[in-house]
């Protein structure tokens, strides 16, 4: 068996694992967040929001670092170097330990502060808005502390832990809501409290995995300085990229509430609960993809690296495309199936997001993956960050002169738009990558499909009368006319002969049973 077979298979049982993981955590993930909501108001869901947004914003000073982390370990493995894979993941705990503690100083010294002063919290909420930023913190410091661990799973491509372990972590989470609804103790505090508590027993839980299965992940002191030197350089660039997108998300998100209140903060949270559960879809599709990038290119085999690329992005794309659909024709009834009484600005929120993930996730993801597979970033970072920072000075000014809150949303897709050609640009380059094969290979052949997907359907929606009938008729359809826009425009002629090849399988043994 061919080693690019081989390495296809394990993309696809990959896929295959994180997608029923995905299914599940989705569900449940979904079903919490609204029992949630219901229990702890739209007032407290707002500062859940908030607050979990000002401690998303040190995640610029460990963020960027984790990203080095990931992208060292995968190569060394992709490398074969066994002995400078021990030494690259010591390295990493020792950097992580050093970042906890360089933010705890940073959430407790700045944080505290500017909660207490600069935020637009209620007064009576504020001695719970506290307890939830200390929790928060200590949620954060444990996830960035199981940085090289998950990195190490991804590389190893053993994405059935995560399967099983993210399983455990959504019940623990279904739990919390039952436990929050008897709870005799402040709901806010207590929501905080439990959630932290999940990520004590979760880092545990991966730590105690990795030691059993992987050879480098048990801990001994090593000082490399060459190493130490490589991934904290690869770090500090990446920390401007991760600074404006930190700055595009969560900055905008406290830019909306010193101007609009907690309430359009709760309507931020909706939309990217939703997001983030479609992003799931994406995420675990690039997930199992990503690793074969990287290791493409520390094998030097650039062909098959800008193959992946993509493939990566084009149905990273039609993966979306399916749920982005309905969920943008029908938002106003899946929101009110959902919450009942979604918060105001919901709705458009949710339309816009989903719009925006196309730009900063779905297509960007496998072209950032590239980008450091080479450890080079320097140049890529200062310019794609010099662009990315627009997003929060013409929101600042777009609330300054009354514009509406969904102003943030639309500039940010704007920029982004922009950003996705600045770097095929860049990446050229960088990794040989022509983009007029991007441009075929992908943009060719999604732009007309996602025309078609919304076209019929949109039709239907426009006709008919809002309610039930209307929002099972415009999902069928959107789900129909999406999968046959993807094998008629979107796949070339092999992916639609393989997809057909597969079918014939799948039949001749459900015949044969």
């Known amino acids: 068996m061919s080693d690019t077979s081989s390495a296809n298979k394990r993309i696809a049982k990959n896929t295959l694992l994180l997608y029923v993981r995905m299914l599940f955590t989705m569900s449940i993930s979904l079903f919490t967040s609204r029992v949630i909501l219901s229990n702890l108001g739209v007032e407290d869901f707002g500062i859940v929001n908030v607050v979990g947004g000002v401690v998303s914003m040190f995640s610029v000073l460990s963020g960027s670092m984790s990203s080095s982390i990931s992208r060292f370990i995968t190569f060394e493995l992709g490398a074969g170097d066994k002995h400078r894979l021990k030494t690259v993941f010591t390295t990493g705990i020792n950097i992580q330990l050093g970042m906890s503690v360089l933010i705890l100083l940073v959430a407790e010294l700045v944080g505290v502060w500017f909660l207490n002063c600069k935020m637009n919290i209620p007064e009576e909420r504020l001695y719970a808005a506290n307890w939830v930023f200390q929790f928060s913190i200590l949620s954060f410091i444990l996830g960035l502390l199981s940085v090289p661990y998950n990195a190490a799973i991804i590389a190893h491509e053993k994405m059935s832990a995560f399967a099983y372990i993210s399983i455990i972590e959504v019940t623990l989470k279904l739990i919390i809501v039952y436990l929050l609804t008897i709870s005799p103790f402040d709901r806010l505090i207590t929501y905080s409290f439990l959630f932290m508590m999940i990520g004590v027993l979760i880092r545990i839980i991966y730590g105690y995995y990795c030691k059993k299965h992987f050879e480098e992940c048990t801990y001994h002191f090593v000082y490399d300085k060459g190493i130490l030197k490589s991934m904290t350089s690869l770090a500090g660039w990446n920390f401007l990229g991760n600074g404006a997108f930190l700055l595009n998300t969560q900055g905008v998100n406290i830019l909306m ?161 922009i950003l996705l050609f600045v770097r095929l640009h860049l990446l050229r380059d960088m990794v040989k ?3 007029m094969m991007y441009i075929r290979d992908v943009l060719y052949r999604l732009l007309p499909t996602m025309v078609i997907s919304f076209a019929f359907p949109s039709v239907l929606m426009l006709t008919m009368e809002e309610g039930m009938v209307r929002f099972i008729t415009v999902s069928i359809t959107s789900v129909a006319f999406t999968s046959l826009s993807i094998y008629y425009i979107g796949f070339v002629d092999k992916e639609r002969k393989y997809i057909i090849h597969k079918i014939q399988i799948l039949t001749s043994k459900f015949i044969k049973q």
């Not at 101007?259 to 992003?279: E, P, Q, W």
């Not at 659909?325 to 949710?350: C, G, M, Q, R």
Request: aromatic share 14%; hydrophobic share 50%; proline share 5%.
């Open 433 to 435: 990558l022509p983009p």
């Open 257 to 417: 509430n010193m101007y609009f209140g907690v309430a359009i903060n709760a309507a931020r949270g909706v939309a990217s609960s939703v997001d983030a559960a479609l992003k799931q879809f994406v995420n675990n599709f690039t997930t199992a993809v990503n690793p074969q990038i990287t290791k493409s290119y520390a094998k030097g085999e650039l062909d098959n690296m800008h193959k992946l690329v993509c493939v990566s992005s084009k149905f990273s794309a039609f993966l979306m495309l399916f749920f982005a659909v309905p969920i943008i024709l029908e938002t106003d009834t899946i929101l009110h199936i959902w919450l009942k009484n979604p918060p105001e600005y919901a709705s458009v929120f949710l339309k816009w997001i989903i719009i925006s993930s196309f730009m900063d996730t779905v297509l960007a993801n496998s072209l950032v993956t590239s980008m450091f597979a080479t450890g080079n970033i320097k140049r890529y970072q200062i310019i794609v960050t010099s662009i990315g920072c627009l997003v929060f000075p013409l929101s600042w000014i777009a609330f300054e002169i009354g514009l509406e809150p969904q102003f943030g949303y639309i500039i940010y897709f704007i920029i982004y738009t």
